[in-house]
């Protein structure tokens, strides 16, 4: 076992004994906090939570796990930069934490409620029903569908959404050419999708 595995598997024996609600199944890290589902399927983040990213209903910082509001089902937790995603037992896609960006910046959406608001607490992806799994990148989160396609929104200033365009969208847009995908990465500016063929498929920049 390297360095990493020990450092991650004492982080989880430490969080177990801290958070309430069940054994932890999965963990997930932003830029400055950092959130774990448990097996009962409620979410637990911790850190900053300038933005709401912790999900608590507040902006307050928290060196310790708070619950997230209202996740009881969660299947997938994915945090990233300053707002985290959830995929919920049923298919559907919640969302909380950073929607916007300031320094006259309108705002990207990567919540995917329609707005550019930040949210305290988790709030639907707008149209997502029926997801197997889901990523949130730096200003973007992405999901796969079903029918193994891909949907996307947020910030698209390098065509990270991957729907032909450089416009930002705080809706899901259909990710072109992908119908047979199987899991999907994303960084700062750019996405990836493995396809059943075991090729991959990115856009964004750098790409």
Known sequence: ?????????????????????????????????????????????????????????????????????????????????????????????????????????????QLGDGSISDRTTPVFVSGITNATSVESGFFHSCAVMTDSTVMCWGSNGYGELGNGETTDSWTPVPVLNITNATSIALGQYRSCALITNGKVMCGGQGV
Not at 55 to 78: E, F, L, Q, R, Y
Not at 94 to 108: D, L, R, S, T
């Open 1 to 109: 076992m390297d360095r990493r595995s020990v450092l991650t598997f004492l982080l989880v024996a430490l969080l177990s004994l801290c958070v309430k609600g069940g054994e932890i199944v999965q963990l997930s890290s932003g830029t400055d906090h950092s959130c774990a589902l448990l097996s009962g399927g409620s979410g637990r983040c911790w850190g900053s939570n300038g933005h709401g990213q912790l999900g608590d209903d507040s902006t307050d910082n928290s060196c310790s796990p708070v619950s997230v509001s209202g996740i009881t089902n969660a299947t997938h937790i994915s945090s990233n930069s300053y707002h985290s995603c959830a995929l919920l037992v049923d298919g559907k896609v919640v969302c909380w934490g950073f929607n916007g960006y300031g320094q006259g910046h309108q705002g990207y959406g």
